[in-house]
């Protein structure tokens, strides 16, 4: 072999060597690093739901009462979210972190819940094949409507006497006039055509929602606007009898 070809795989060998040992260090110090806390930032605020995070699963991760979590590293922070993205932090090494020393096992197919002093993880498995997460402070509960496809904090409901009821330009809503009992307010909200039947003006009805604690304001517009309406249900139960559940919290 030519000395130029003999200089040129050595060259090469050594370059390649220098590579190698580039990417081990990476990889050394990605290791290192890998001593970590989770810190959470609790809202102080009433707790809601958001959504996320979503893997390539199709999984989604969901915050409930915290703002943000973020991932401490020895020589750097990274959100939670980001570091998941990044693959440099995996739902397992959470579950590890967190730790199995107080956990609750749900019957809906296998769904778990762990907590230590700073954080809770539910980790859904349901007979749904639901198989999202939630974190929440150390002492969140499961609520009614985690680990379902469209997921709230829990349900309430609202009595109200319809006044009027009107055709909307898109067929797929109406427009109803509502009142409270014993109220002065009237509002004039929309509403899903799949969801008023037949109704019928000046009679009082169940109103139904369910809630990602958005907002803790009772007037009949907020209501509409940061819950989510699940059915409208007539009712004989009038003047004090009526039921008004709180918001969610």
């Excluded at 943000?68 to 998941?84: C, F, G, P, Q, R």
């Excluded at 109220?183 to 004039?188: D, L, N, S």
């Excluded at 109103?207 to 209501?223: A, K, P, T, V, Y």
């Amino acid at each position: 072999m030519p000395r130029k070809q003999i200089f040129g795989s050595v060259l090469i060998l050594i370059i390649l060597s220098f590579i190698c040992m580039f990417i081990y260090d990476q990889f050394k110090d990605v290791k290192e690093t890998k001593q970590t806390t989770l810190i959470e930032e609790v809202s102080e605020e009433n707790p809601k739901l958001t959504l996320y995070y979503t893997d390539k699963n199709g999984r989604n991760y969901y915050l409930y009462g915290l703002d943000k979590i973020t991932v401490d590293y020895s020589d750097h922070a990274l959100e939670l979210n980001k570091a998941l993205e990044a693959r440099q932090f995996s739902i397992e090494e959470i579950i590890t972190y967190i730790g199995r020393k107080h956990e609750e096992n749900y019957w809906d197919g296998g769904s778990f819940k762990i907590h230590n002093d700073q954080i809770s993880l539910l980790s859904c498995n349901t007979i749904d094949r639901n198989q999202d997460y939630y974190f929440g402070p150390s002492n969140m509960e499961y609520k009614e409507g985690f680990c379902q496809e469209d997921p709230y904090i829990c349900s309430f409901i609202k009595t109200y006497f319809v006044l009027d009821i009107s055709p909307s330009k898109d067929s797929n809503f109406v427009y109803l006039t509502l009142k409270e009992y014993r109220g002065e307010e009237v509002v004039t909200v929309k509403v899903d055509s799949s969801l008023v039947g037949e109704i019928e003006e000046d009679h009082y009805y169940q109103f139904q929602f369910h809630s990602l604690g958005d907002s803790d304001l009772e007037d009949i517009e907020s209501i509409f606007k940061y819950h989510k309406l699940d059915s409208i249900t007539e009712t004989e139960q009038i003047e004090d009898n009526q039921v008004h559940e709180n918001i969610c919290q």
